[in-house]
């Protein structure tokens, strides 16, 4: 299958393929270089901006400790990244009738010692995530910087992934994951394909 909307470093069938059998797929040097540092420049503009992720509503939870800034229309190069996992839903919903309507992103910056701990991004269903991905900006990653993103396949079998720099991870919402402490800046844009069909109970 080709897709003339998405990058060539992207192999649709391939990507496919993974998620169904696997409930996840890795892309790597997912966009130019020139693309993926620019966006790691957009984002890094906007540090001061970024929040704490484990406080939500004042309610403050240590589940988590890296900071957020949600993207929008103000970070245009960021929006090309969102512009095109727009397309990649299509193919998604063609080839498993996944129903995604919607793409929401923001970035997250890990510091010194950050982590996340075991979670799903869409426990007992509660919200409408259908596909999370994780694309990953620094410029660089050594795998003594920690960091890695464990996370456990449709299969209950784990796996850990280094974030290396330009890769994108794509997975099932559903799955268990988390991000072990890093040592070392780690910069990403963390996405979800969503269904519309928010049923926040
Ligand atoms: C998340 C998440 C994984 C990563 O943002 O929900 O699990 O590798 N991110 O950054
Ligand atoms: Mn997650």
Request: charged share 20%.
């Amino acid at each position: 299958m080709f897709s003339h909307l998405l990058p060539d470093s992207w192999d649709l069938d391939q990507i496919l393929d993974d998620l169904n059998t696997q409930g996840f797929a890795i892309i790597n040097q997912a966009y130019s270089n020139q693309y993926r540092a620019q966006v790691a420049k957009e984002c890094s503009h906007h540090l001061e901006e970024f929040r704490e992720a484990g406080i939500q509503n004042g309610v403050v939870s240590n589940i988590r400790s890296d900071h957020i800034l949600w993207i929008n229309e103000q970070f245009p190069i960021a929006q090309q990244h969102i512009e095109t996992l727009t397309s990649f839903s299509q193919n998604l919903n063609q080839a498993f009738y996944l129903g995604i309507k919607e793409v929401e992103a923001h970035f997250a910056h890990y510091n010194l010692g950050e982590f996340y701990a075991l979670h799903r991004d869409n426990p007992q269903q509660k919200n409408d995530r259908i596909i999370s991905t994780v694309y990953y900006l620094h410029p660089e990653w050594q795998e003594n910087w920690g960091g890695q993103l464990r996370l456990q396949d449709k299969n209950e079998k784990w796996h850990i992934v280094t974030p290396e720099s330009n890769r994108l991870v794509i997975f099932q919402s559903n799955l268990l994951h988390e991000v072990l402490p890093s040592k070392q800046q780690r910069l990403s844009i963390t996405a979800w394909l969503r269904s519309g069909n928010s049923i926040w109970v």
